[in-house]
């Protein structure tokens, strides 16, 4: 069977690069698509010089990494980069199959007539290559190039994650950072469908945000959609979409996680039984769960369950959150956790969208408020104990340095509590425990602030928290970017 031709090769590395040609652009198809809020967080990771290392972009599928891509590179044709010192390589296309990063560097250099950069004097010049776990030991490909070229930036993406997360562990340290681009947040979908005007953001003069809603109920409505429907930018956009979730959101991107990239990365023989495991711990999004009760109900041992959920996890299809004590202390052996859908609209997609007052919707808004906290660095768990009296706090984060809770939320969607806070005695008691003197507690609609035994209440629209903890994330890390 004869080879793909060398001239073949070239003249699709010349078709995926327009910008080479007379345009000096993107194509208009990504052009016109809106920027996500982390490109302002991605770019100058791309743009940093200073050290020698390549970007990995990391994600699940279909949450915007290619269109991500071609976004960094207008940025840098607009900043006054020679055209044809950035190359875009989509490594999973059939035409590349079997030619190393090394190959496809050379056929770069061939295809633009444009020099490798060698000595610390020449331009300095990037190169993406987009889907890059399709080739077979690519971490240790990569990393020889980043030691051997000083001035060229590689920049990788990549959508299984577990072949990403755990080879550039073991084969790049040191030469690889990481970037993880998560479903959209709340904040996102907002800004995507023009509906910032929703929400109202002011900022004190001490750098704190608050968030309010001229109408709480349209926001509501909004919030509603986002779980079901708003964590793909493709499915915002399309109402045919919207009205068969399954066939885009589980078809394209769940069943293709379970049932190729997985399977192929581990071996995975039985995929029915991942596929019947990862449905059971969607459903039960949210909740806690075991690993004695799962293998009971599952007939699946205790072992490769827990292999399966890693597997899950390093896919981006699911999150654990491990458990503490009502005095913040972590138990020594994991048997109990919660398991949360990465992006909420999955489970609409598994079972059917959920309508404001359905009875799993206060599970659906804890798993988009959750879901919000994907690129952040706290150390989240949740606290759960059966002595004196049995009870939970949904979100801690625990000080790495005290190993003690700085701070604490109930999420709730109903607005009873407002006006009945000694309800909620486990808040309380795990307050008091932890010497803490105020605890958000998310709402429905209403906003207030409540003092109970010395414990200040503050509750707000879940809504309203969500947007304000994805839009925080992003500030944030564009501040300490710089």
């Known amino acids: 069977m004869e080879r793909i031709p060398r001239d073949q090769v070239l003249l699709r590395l010349k078709t995926e690069n327009v910008w080479w040609g007379p345009s000096r652009s993107i194509n208009t198809s990504y052009a016109a698509l809106r920027r996500r809020a982390y490109f302002t967080v991605f770019v100058p990771h791309v743009r940093d010089s200073a050290v020698r290392r390549a970007v990995l972009l990391m994600g699940p599928r279909r949450v915007g990494k290619t269109v991500m ?251 654990t959150v491990h458990r503490i004590d009502r005095t913040g202390r972590r138990f020594q052996r994991a048997n109990y956790f919660k398991v949360y859908l990465t992006n909420p609209s999955m489970r609409a997609a598994l079972f059917a969208p959920l309508s404001a007052d359905a009875d799993y919707m206060g599970q659906l808004a804890e798993t988009g408020i959750f879901s919000q906290w994907f690129h952040a660095p706290h150390s989240l768990y949740y606290a759960r104990w059966p002595q004196p009296a049995p009870g939970e706090v949904d979100i801690v984060s625990v000080d790495s340095k005290r190993q003690k809770p700085n701070w604490a939320v109930e999420v709730k969607w109903t607005d009873r509590f407002v006006e009945r806070p000694r309800d909620l005695q486990s808040v309380l008691a795990f307050c008091h425990s932890n010497s803490l003197d105020h605890i958000k507690v998310t709402t429905k609609t209403l906003t207030d602030t409540r003092t109970v035994d010395g414990v200040q209440m503050h509750f707000e629209p879940a809504s309203i928290y969500c947007f304000t903890v994805g839009y925080n994330i992003v500030r944030h890390a564009s501040a300490l970017r710089g």
Request: glycine residues 6%; charged residues 20%.
């Open 69 to 319: 891509l071609h976004h960094t590179i207008q940025e840098l044709l607009t900043s006054g980069v020679e055209p044809k010192r950035i190359c875009y390589i989509s490594v999973d296309h059939p035409m590349y199959n079997g030619l190393s990063l090394q190959t496809l560097l050379d056929c770069y250099a061939e295809a633009s007539e444009c020099p490798l950069p060698r000595s610390p004097g020449d331009p300095q010049t990037y190169v993406f290559f987009d889907e890059i776990q399709y080739l077979r030991n690519w971490e240790i490909h990569l990393k020889t190039l980043v030691d051997e070229y000083s001035q060229l930036k590689f920049v990788a993406s990549g959508s299984a994650a577990a072949a990403l997360r755990l080879r550039s562990t073991e084969s790049g340290a040191g030469r690889f950072t990481d970037f993880l681009l998560p479903p959209l947040t709340f904040h996102e979908y907002l800004d995507l469908l023009h509906a910032l005007d929703h929400v109202e953001v002011t900022e004190s003069d001490l750098g704190q945000v608050k968030v309010t809603a001229p109408d709480i109920n349209a926001l509501n409505e909004k919030f509603v959609h986002y779980l079901n429907f708003g964590g793909y930018p493709e499915v915002l956009f399309s109402q045919a979409i919207q009205g068969d979730p399954a066939r885009f959101v589980k078809g394209d991107i769940i069943d293709k996680v379970l049932l190729r990239d997985l399977p192929s990365l581990y071996g995975i023989q039985d995929i029915q039984e991942l596929n019947s495991l990862f449905t059971t711990l969607a459903f039960n999004t949210a909740n806690e769960v075991s690993l004695e009760d799962l293998s009971q109900h599952s007939g699946v041992a205790k072992n490769t369950i827990k292999r399966y959920i890693e597997y899950l996890e390093a896919a981006f299809l699911l999150r």
